[in-house]
């Protein structure tokens, strides 16, 4: 069946393809433009995660200002979900200062990823979230924050 998956063709080549390995298709590669962010470029690819019906996510990195960069690619194109230095959508106040390069993707489309936060209240007692973002509203939800109260009670 299909498959993505990412290669290293050469020094400098890192992309992500999809398909057969005896008929691989380019999905995007290195020095391809990241859309939405203005004169930014894929630099690099760290993490892939694609759904049973082949809907694509995957973190990349990009040359700088920014670091990483999660994009959801499917039939539609590229969307970029979080970028390096975007203000926090589900925790007020604090800023993403890198992916933990955490992925998972569900049929839908709707892609979960782990993030460490800057400008917390607490510093690193609570700088580490699951962020869930929701493919069909474009919404972003906190799974799961450091320090939150353990569900069943008792703990962080």
């Known amino acids: 069946g299909t498959k993505g998956y990412l290669d290293n063709i050469a020094v400098g080549d890192d992309g992500r393809f999809e398909g057969t390995l005896n008929a691989p298709r380019r999905v995007i590669q290195e020095a391809d433009p990241i859309p939405g962010l203005s004169g930014q470029s894929y630099f690099g690819f760290q993490q892939l995660a694609v759904s049973r019906t082949g809907i694509d996510a995957g973190a990349a990195i990009v040359t700088s ?17 979080h970028a390096d230095g975007d203000s926090s959508p589900t925790t007020e106040g604090t800023v993403f200062i890198r992916s933990d390069r955490t992925l ?53």
């Open 65 to 81: 200002p920014f670091g990483d960069v999660i994009t959801l690619l499917d039939s539609t194109g590229q969307t970029v979900i």
């Open 104 to 156: 998972a993707i569900n049929d839908a489309g709707d892609v979960g990823y782990s993030v460490v936060l800057d400008g917390t209240t607490n510093g690193a007692s609570d700088d580490r979230a699951v962020t869930l973002w929701n493919k069909s509203t474009g919404a972003y939800q906190l799974v799961v924050r450091e320090s939150d109260p353990f569900p069943s009670g008792g703990g962080t």
